[in-house]
C-alpha cells in the first residue's frame, strides 16, 4: 500500500478525555518531538503522529526504518504517574495497542499476543513495539510512551516480522491511531481509577501473553536466565527458575517450547 489522503484524528473518547494531537508528515522520530514539546511547556495528553521518521527509536538505543504506511505515535504524559509508577502505563499501552489491533484485524488471542514487555504478535511475529522513557523536566515528571506499528509495509531485513494489513488488507495508519487513542484513553481511565497495588490490569495483559505457561529465555545485560513464565507482579516477569521463583523487570523473551498451564498468572502485590 502506498500513501493515504486520509488524515490522522483522535477518536471520539480521546477528544472527550482532553487529548489533542500533532500530525506530521515526516519527523526524525515522534518520541524526539514528543520529548522537545515538553522540555517547551507543552501540558499533558499530547500525541505526536508521523507519516514516516528517519530516526525511529527502540529499546537500547536501537534505531529502526520508519517507511510511510505505518503507524508512528508517541503520547506525551506530564504528571500523569508517580515516576515509581510509569512501567505500569507500558502495560496499559500495551493492553490498548491489542484492543485497537484487534478491533482492526478482527484478531483475538493466541493469534494476537502480547509479548512482555513491550511488543504485539500477530502468529508469533512481531508487527508493533512500545517504548517508555520518562524525564524530570523543571519539576515536573514528563513521561513519553513511543508506539511503532507494521501496519501496510514490512521494514526490509526483519524476517520475523509481520504487517496488520496481512489481516486487514484494507487497514490503515490512521484507522488503527483513532482506535489506539480512544482504547488508551480507556486503559489509562482505568489505571487511574484502580486502588495502588491493583492487579486487575495486568491479569488482563496476562490474559493476551505470549509463552505464559512457557519454557522461555530471558536475555538480561550480564546473560540469561531460562525458566517457565509463570505470570507477572505488577509488571514484573515471575520466572520459576530450577534456583526458585526470579522476579525480572526487564530483558529479551524467547519461548523454548509449549507452554504446561500456568497455575498462577498474576502474583499477589508486593507490599
Known amino acids: 500500500m502506498g500513501e493515504t489522503s486520509e488524515a490522522f484524528s483522535l477518536g471520539k473518547a480521546a477528544r472527550e478525555a482532553g487529548?489533542?494531537?500533532?500530525?506530521?508528515?515526516?519527523?526524525?522520530?515522534?518520541?524526539?518531538?514528543?520529548?522537545?514539546?515538553?522540555?517547551?511547556?507543552?501540558?499533558?495528553?499530547?500525541?505526536?503522529?508521523?507519516?514516516?521518521?528517519?530516526?525511529?527509536?527502540?529499546?537500547?538505543?536501537?534505531?529502526?526504518?520508519?517507511?510511510?504506511?505505518?503507524?508512528?505515535?508517541?503520547?506525551?504524559?506530564?504528571?500523569?504517574?508517580?515516576?515509581?509508577?510509569?512501567?505500569?502505563?507500558?502495560?496499559?499501552?500495551?493492553?490498548?495497542?491489542?484492543?485497537?489491533?484487534?478491533?482492526?484485524?478482527?484478531?483475538?488471542?493466541?493469534?494476537?499476543?502480547?509479548?512482555?514487555?513491550n511488543d504485539l504478535l500477530v502468529d508469533g511475529k512481531k508487527c508493533a513495539g512500545l517504548l517508555l522513557e520518562g524525564h524530570q523536566l523543571d519539576g515536573a515528571f514528563a513521561l513519553i510512551i513511543g508506539i511503532g506499528v507494521n501496519v501496510a509495509v514490512l521494514p526490509p531485513g526483519l524476517p520475523e516480522a509481520e504487517m496488520l494489513c496481512s489481516f486487514a488488507r484494507e487497514a490503515t495508519a490512521e484507522q488503527l491511531f483513532t482506535a489506539l487513542s480512544d482504547a488508551f484513553a480507556r486503559r489509562y481511565s482505568d489505571w487511574l481509577q484502580a486502588p495502588p497495588g491493583a492487579q486487575a490490569q495486568f491479569s488482563a495483559w496476562a490474559d493476551r501473553a505470549h509463552g505464559l505457561g512457557a519454557r522461555v529465555r530471558v536475555r538480561l545485560p550480564k546473560g540469561e536466565v531460562v525458566g517457565l513464565f509463570r505470570g507477572l507482579d505488577r509488571g514484573r516477569l515471575i520466572l520459576d527458575t530450577q534456583q526458585g521463583l526470579e522476579m525480572l523487570d526487564a530483558g529479551d523473551l524467547y519461548v523454548l517450547d509449549t507452554a504446561e498451564v500456568s497455575q498462577s498468572r498474576v502474583a499477589p502485590s508486593a507490599q
Do not use: M
Open 19 to 117: 487529548y489533542r494531537l500533532e500530525a506530521q508528515v515526516e519527523v526524525s522520530s515522534t518520541f524526539d518531538v514528543a520529548l522537545s514539546r515538553a522540555r517547551q511547556g507543552e501540558p499533558s495528553q499530547l500525541w505526536i503522529v508521523a507519516r514516516s521518521q528517519t530516526q525511529g527509536r527502540g529499546r537500547h538505543g536501537r534505531t529502526f526504518l520508519s517507511p510511510s504506511g505505518n503507524l508512528y505515535a508517541s503520547l506525551l504524559l506530564v504528571e500523569g504517574c508517580r515516576r515509581a509508577d510509569a512501567p505500569e502505563l507500558g502495560f496499559a499501552a500495551g493492553l490498548a495497542l491489542f484492543d485497537a489491533a484487534s478491533a482492526l484485524t478482527g484478531l483475538c488471542h493466541p493469534r494476537l499476543s502480547l509479548k512482555w514487555p
